[in-house]
């Protein structure tokens, strides 16, 4: 009973750690948004409301776990599990839409499908994660939560990729700017931390979720294995999250400085 009782204390103190970090996180994004430049670009100040929204909900979750725990059908925990993910994606894909937006400005390319494709990815994996809940909502099939989880981990590596790709990109493209270039060292910085972190953020969350998937004892289930997530969503969420918003605190605006010219 007392062991029982122990880990029991010690399971609630985990969420309570979490709900108190999402909080953190959520504040912090508050509070960057207000600070930005008004030219700031829009997708950078979406990035810190949904940033925002997806803490609270974090925070919520963990915070009212006994609540949350209790829910039935099973999915609706799940849905609540699995829609910060989402919107983790979401948030952080707008960063790349940003950078993309700045690389195909400098060299002169069409902007104007960037948003679209952007918009139609987190379209299709909102349609296609609503269909997993509801058939879960249908029958509690196992080998649909199987599919699910290798579903987050297929989005967490398409988020890897895209930092990869753009950040990287912007990082090369900024090093060919004239050595004189205002702020070429500090884009250089925020650009290289940046794509750093979140590559890393998103490939540590697509590995864990495959991990999981195949393996129950990697499970990310928050009730059964509270202090593997508190690790988890620690350095894959909060982490992350308050150094991208510390590093971009300062960040901007999305235009081009007149001395930068397309780069050939």
Not at 57 to 86: I, Q, S, T, Y
Not at 101 to 112: C, K, M, V, W
Not at 218 to 240: C, G, M, Q, R, T
Not at 241 to 251: D, E, G, P, W
Request: net charge positive; glycine share 4%.
């Amino acid at each position: 009973m007392l062991t029982t009782a122990t880990q029991l204390s010690g399971r609630t103190l985990f969420f309570y750690i979490l709900c108190a970090a999402y909080a953190l996180v959520s504040s912090l994004a508050l509070v960057s948004s207000p600070l930005r430049p008004p030219s700031s670009s829009i997708s950078l100040t979406n990035t810190h409301t949904l940033q925002s929204a997806d803490s609270i909900v974090r925070a919520l979750v963990f915070g009212l776990h006994k609540l949350v725990f209790l829910l039935r059908p099973k999915v609706l925990v799940l849905v609540l599990l699995d829609l910060p993910g989402l919107l983790f994606f979401s948030t952080y894909t707008l960063l790349v839409l940003f950078w993309a937006e700045i690389y195909h400005q400098a060299r002169s390319l069409p902007t104007d499908k960037l948003k679209i494709v952007y918009i139609s990815i987190n379209g299709a994996l909102y349609f296609i994660q609503i269909c997993i809940w509801i058939y879960l909502w249908i029958d509690d099939n196992t080998v649909v939560i199987f599919i699910g989880k290798i579903f987050i981990a297929v989005v967490s590596f398409m988020a890897a990729l895209g930092f990869l790709l753009y950040g990287g990109r912007l990082f090369i493209m900024l090093k060919h700017f004239p050595i004189e270039s205002r702020g070429r060292r500090k884009k250089l910085h925020e650009v290289g931390s940046v794509t750093a972190i979140c590559f890393t953020c998103f490939l540590i969350r697509c590995v864990m979720g495959f991990l999981s998937a195949f393996d129950s004892d990697a499970s990310l289930d928050v009730f059964y294995h509270p202090l593997l997530d508190l690790i988890y969503y620690l350095v894959v969420e909060v982490l992350p999250s308050a150094l991208v918003l510390y590093i971009l605190r300062k960040l901007s605006p999305r235009r081009i400085s007149a001395q930068y010219h397309p780069i050939q």
